[in-house]
């Protein structure tokens, strides 16, 4: 009977799937246990809008369930030793250094998770994987777990998969109303009483079961399936550019097509996250570690269309502004990597705004959920309130500058160009007319996410590129 489930790691994943279970399963206690304390105290927080992540509708799960079964600690091994259910949902991010380094996963979390349960567990624990991880990691858990010579310990473990399949932004629904719960193992006590807790809300023909490995691999093979599906319409939209088509006809005629299905069909800057790139670049490490060449080249060539597609939008702003960016300001509307989050990681912004930058731009950015300090730490200088608070970082970062606006009102003023970097709702309800009156003539407007109403800026005197529209191409007849 599972009455106390532990979950190691309060981040984007941990924190919101842990609150929803919490709110379905009301007999059961849930601890959200991190290392970093920062984050703690701001899941704790009294004030709402201070939990560390944004997702629609969750501050008033985590104000009904806080307190009374969800609770956020950084007592890491009490909390662990209390559990029945150790979800292990830390981070996986690609390796930076060292052999694999730029496309293996790093494990170093996620081995830190097993030597930290196999040293506190007490009794009989099920461990999960919640982590997005190579296939056959479930193995190294387990050798990590016996290392601690559990008999004599009289403490026994079973592992199960369960992969995570929230998408940001919606990440409430997704947790509520999973389209599928997917359960890999071999012990069938362990995968019950894991499908047990699923059940309360989910019905049952959503809670798949596979073998162990079946499940790692179908986590990582779901998320390249979705970035190649963006790549895929990303690499037409340029074609539609180049031919005078619109990449929205197209899309219209694709998703028409049952085959092919309705969703994951916006052409965009490119897709940004902190899964897909390093999914797929596990995938591609994986191909080639079991000596499939070609397999591993077919998924690297994902990840190449989008860093090309990124780098793309940054040369046509260029282009489009004669060439020089020296003296010139442009607003940037959106620095998180989609909507309804304030999550930049893997952005399509840093790179497009560093580029920028780097060609001597002014940039005037918005976000209604990043802040200040994140947009800092991306683009690895301050804004320019803090160089003039600390001179030393004038001397360092000379011509780069760039300010965070609160009021989105402020920022056209003066800007020779406006870019649309993160389909937020706002930025499609934008006034033109009156934009245009602040902007230092000729104006631009850079649609990424084809959101603005293209009669709306054009008869505002406006010149505009929206991605994938080749109508707006008169170079093509
Ligand atoms: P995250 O970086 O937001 O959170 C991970 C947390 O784990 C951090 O707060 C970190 O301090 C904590 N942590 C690391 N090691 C720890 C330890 N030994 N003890 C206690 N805490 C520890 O990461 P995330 O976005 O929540 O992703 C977690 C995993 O879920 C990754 O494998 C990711 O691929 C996968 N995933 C993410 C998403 C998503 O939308 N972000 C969706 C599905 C799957
Ligand atoms: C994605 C998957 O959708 C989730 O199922 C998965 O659980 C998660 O990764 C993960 O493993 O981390 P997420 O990255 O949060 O979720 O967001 P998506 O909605 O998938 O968008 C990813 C990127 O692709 C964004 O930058 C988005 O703007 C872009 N995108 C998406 C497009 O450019 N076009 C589309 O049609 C769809």
Same mark, same amino acid.
């Given at each position: 009977?599972? %009455? ?6 309060? /981040? ?5 799937? +842990? ?22 105290? $701001?899941?704790?927080? @009294? #004030? ?17 369930? %806080? ?36 496309? $293996? !996963? ?12 196999? +040293?506190?567990?007490? /009794? ?6 919640? !982590? ?41 629904? @997704?947790?509520?109303?999973?389209? %599928? ?11 019950? $009483? ?19 490995? !079946? ?40 998703? =028409? ?10 052409? =965009? ?9 390093? #999914?797929?670049?596990?995938? *591609? ?5 079991? =000596?499939?060449?070609? *397999? ?46 304030? #999550? ?26 990043? !802040?200040? %300090? ?53 930025? $499609? ?31 505002? /005197? ?6 994938? #529209? ?8």
């Amino acid at each position: 009977m599972i %009455r106390n489930v532990c979950c190691i790691g309060a /981040g984007y994943v941990g924190g919101p799937t +842990m609150t929803v279970f919490a709110d379905k399963c009301k007999d059961i206690t849930f601890n959200v246990v991190d290392v970093n304390e920062e984050r703690i105290t $701001a899941w704790n927080s @009294d #004030d709402l809008d201070q939990l560390p992540i944004y997702e629609p509708g969750l501050d008033e799960i985590v104000e009904r369930c %806080r307190g009374k079964n969800l609770f956020f600690s950084n007592n890491v091994y009490k909390c662990i030793s209390e559990a029945d259910i150790i979800f292990i949902s830390v981070n996986t991010p690609t390796k930076t250094k060292g052999f694999g380094a730029g496309k $293996a !996963s790093d494990l170093k979390w996620v081995e830190s998770c097993a030597r930290e349960i196999s +040293m506190y567990a007490t /009794g009989h624990t099920i461990v999960v994987e919640k !982590s997005t991880i190579p296939v056959r990691t479930g193995e190294v858990i387990k050798e990590i777990l016996d290392s601690s010579q559990p008999k004599k310990r009289n403490i026994t473990f079973d592992i199960l998969s369960n992969p995570e399949f929230l998408a940001e932004g919606n990440a409430v629904n @997704d947790l509520q109303n999973p389209e %599928r719960v997917l359960i890999g193992g071999s012990n069938q006590k362990a995968i019950i $009483a894991l499908h047990n807790l699923y059940k309360k809300w989910v019905p049952e023909e959503n809670i798949i079961h596979t073998n162990l490995w !079946s499940s790692e691999l179908a986590k990582l093979t779901a998320n390249a399936f979705l970035a190649q599906r963006v790549s895929s319409i990303n690499s037409i939209g340029a074609l539609c550019e180049a031919t005078g088509a619109n990449v929205k006809e197209v899309s219209r005629v694709l998703r =028409g097509d049952s085959r092919i299905g309705p969703k994951f069909l916006s052409c =965009g800057p490119g897709f940004g996250g902190s899964c897909f790139k390093k #999914d797929i670049l596990n995938l *591609v490490y994986l191909a080639h570690y079991f =000596g499939l060449p070609e *397999v591993g080249n077919f998924w690297e060539s994902v990840v190449e269309l989008n860093n090309w597609n990124q780098n793309r939008m940054s040369r046509i702003i260029l282009e489009k502004l004669f060439g020089t960016l020296i003296g010139k300001k442009i607003a940037i509307l959106g620095f998180a990597f989609k909507a309804n989050t304030n #999550d930049t990681r893997e952005s399509p912004a840093i790179q497009i705004c560093k580029s920028l930058l780097e060609e001597g731009a002014y940039l005037k950015i918005h976000d209604p959920k990043v !802040s200040k %300090r994140q947009i800092t730490l991306n683009l690895g200088m301050p804004s320019e309130d803090e160089y003039i608070e600390n001179p030393k970082f004038s001397v360092l970062h000379n011509e780069k500058k760039w300010s965070k606006y609160e009021l989105i009102d402020d920022l056209f003023n003066d800007v020779d160009a406006v870019v649309i970097l993160t389909e937020w709702d706002i930025y $499609a309800e934008l006034d033109w007319h009156e934009i245009s009156k602040k902007m230092r003539p000729p104006g631009w407007v850079f649609d990424s996410r084809l959101i603005v109403d293209k009669q709306k800026v054009l008869s505002s /005197g406006l010149n505009l590129w929206r991605v994938g #529209d080749g109508t707006l191409n008169e170079n093509v007849f």
